[in-house]
């Protein structure tokens, strides 16, 4: 059973920070790139952050350049979300998605509250 376990996500001021992580299991974690999306109340859900399966590739949306860094650990199937100089815009639920890198096939986790406010 895959399974995609996203925390981290909470209440903070704008301008804080938050590392959201999401656990992997039931897949060949390196075989998929990994991507966090999220989607805010009445809106379109939205790419945040993408990563190639072996972290040799990495790209962002405009929204969230030089603020936001997404890694992974392949040896602890886990994909990780630094976010800094938080701002209320960025309030959302944050959802990770798993593509594999030849097959289609992908998974997505049920999703963390980020809530920016002060």
């Known amino acids: 059973q895959v399974q995609l376990v996203e925390s981290g996500g909470g209440l903070v001021q704008p301008g804080g920070s938050l590392r959201l992580s999401c656990a992997a299991s039931?897949?060949?974690?390196?075989?998929?790139?990994m991507s966090w999306y999220r989607q805010a109340p009445g809106k379109e859900r939205e790419l945040v952050a993408s990563?190639?399966?072996?972290?040799?590739?990495?790209k962002y949306a405009d929204l969230v350049k030089g603020r936001f860094t997404i890694s992974r650990d392949n040896d602890k199937n886990t994909v990780y979300l630094q976010m800094d100089s938080l701002q209320p815009d960025d309030t959302a639920v944050y959802l990770c998605?798993?593509?594999?890198?030849?097959?289609?096939?992908?998974?997505w986790g049920q999703g963390t509250q980020v809530t920016v406010s002060s």
């Open positions: 990563i190639t399966r072996t972290g040799g590739s990495t």
């Open positions: 998605n798993a593509d594999h890198f030849f097959f289609p096939r992908g998974y």
């Open positions: 039931g897949i060949t974690f390196s075989n998929y790139d």
